[in-house]
């Protein structure tokens, strides 16, 4: 079983199978949200068997986003999206995005992708706190459906 140690956020300006996808630099947090709107559909013949009544409900929206975090460095690591890469994604571009689990020499090799999709970079915050490490956190909201496990 793979722990959360070891599953990354990847982030491409392209898709397919000539992407090239950078992890989130220095990462020190991932949050995956999804959720559903639901809408009550209930009528007349919503029971079951022996004459219970039970509400149904469908889907009627579906949200999610990711929010994630990291320190913000200074210096170059041409295999990863920095602070400086995150802010300019904060955009109406599309980027593509998928959570994978890695291993090896710091997490940088790419394994079995966990889910999959595209999005926008909607949210970018830094915090220099005197005396402490600057960090920063941003939000990539879904847009459309994910895929789960396409590797």
Known sequence: MEKG??????ISDTTGSSAAYKFIGFATDLTFHLSATMED???????DADGNVWQENEITARTGDIQFG???????????????DIVDGVSDDIVYWKIAAVSGANNRVIGKTICSGEGK?????????????????G???IYGPV????D
């Open 5 to 10: 140690q070891h599953l990354r956020l990847l």
């Open 41 to 47: 559909s209930s009528t007349k013949d919503s029971s």
């Open 70 to 84: 990291g320190l913000v460095a200074v210096g170059t690591d041409a295999d990863a999206k920095k602070f400086k």
């Open 121 to 137: 970079i909607s949210n970018c915050q830094a915090d220099a706190q005197a005396g402490q490490r600057a960090t920063y956190s």
């Open 139 to 141: 939000t990539l909201n």
């Open 147 to 150: 895929t789960v496990g396409n």
